[in-house]
C-alpha cells in the first residue's frame, strides 16, 4: 500500500487549524492509517517515492500532483465519498450554487465527489452556467497582478451569476471572494461538519500576508 499523506493546506490551517485533526482521525478510524503532513506545496515535500497525499486545496492538489515526480494526489471529496459511516448532516432540502476552484477545472472526479456529498446532505444544487471544467476564476488569483480595486470588480462579476445566495466553495480564498462579491459562501468542510462558514479576515492585502507568512515558515 502506497504511503499515504494529509495535506490540509495553508489556507486551512489558518481558517480553522482544530478542523484538520478532526478530519484526521476520521481517515484513520474509517480509512487507512495516515500522516499528517503540514510541509506547504510550495516547497519541497520531503515524501518517500510512490507516496500519495489527501489534499482540501484545490491548489494544493495540483503543485502535489504536478511538481513533485513520485507524488499522486487524491482530494478529500473523493475519500469521504467512497467511504461509509460519514454522519452527513442534513439540510432540508436547502439550495446552493457551487463555485468551483480554478485548480481542478480538469479534474471532474473531484467536480463529481463535491456534487455527491452535497448530495448526502440533502443540499440542492442550482449550478451556474459555468461551472466544472467550464468554472472562471473567483477573483482571487488576480492579485497582485491587478490593481485591489479591480481584484473586487472580478470578486464581484463571479459572485453575481451564482443563482443562488448561498454558494458551496470548496477553498478557503473562495470564502473571501463570495463574501466580498455580496453572496453567503459555505464552505465544504463546514457544511460537513455543520459548521458555519466566517469569512474571517477577507481584506485581500492582509489574507495573502497570512497566507505568505504560513508559506514561508512551512
Request: with cysteine; charged share 25%.
Amino acid at each position: 500500500m502506497k504511503p499515504t499523506h494529509f495535506n490540509p493546506g495553508c489556507a486551512l490551517s489558518i481558517y480553522k487549524p482544530e478542523m484538520e485533526h478532526r478530519l484526521l482521525k476520521f481517515l484513520n478510524e474509517n480509512y487507512e492509517r495516515i500522516e499528517m503532513h503540514n510541509i506547504c506545496c510550495r516547497h519541497e515535500p520531503k515524501l518517500p517515492a510512490g507516496s500519495r497525499v489527501v489534499n482540501v486545496c484545490a491548489g494544493c492538489d495540483k503543485r502535489f500532483g504536478s511538481l513533485y515526480e513520485g507524488v499522486t494526489t487524491v482530494s478529500l471529496w473523493e475519500l469521504l465519498d467512497g467511504l461509509d459511516g460519514f454522519p452527513y448532516p442534513d439540510y432540508k432540502g436547502a439550495e446552493m450554487s457551487v463555485h468551483d476552484p480554478c485548480p481542478v477545472r480538469g479534474r471532474p472526479e473531484v467536480h463529481k465527489a463535491v456534487r455527491s456529498l452535497l448530495d448526502k446532505m440533502n443540499i440542492n444544487i442550482v449550478e451556474t452556467p459555468a461551472h466544472g471544467a467550464r468554472s472562471v476564476c473567483c477573483g482571487d488569483d488576480f492579485y497582485p497582478s491587478l490593481p485591489v480595486e479591480k481584484v473586487h470588480e472580478q470578486m464581484k462579476k463571479r459572485a453575481a451569476v451564482m443563482p443562488c445566495e448561498d454558494v458551496c466553495v470548496y477553498c478557503v480564498s473562495c470564502i473571501k471572494s463570495m463574501h466580498i462579491g455580496g453572496k453567503t459562501p459555505r464552505h465544504l468542510i463546514d457544511l460537513l461538519m455543520n459548521e458555519t462558514t466566517d469569512p474571517q479576515t477577507y481584506d485581500t492585502v492582509k489574507w495573502h500576508e497570512q497566507l505568505q507568512a504560513y508559506i514561508d515558515t512551512h
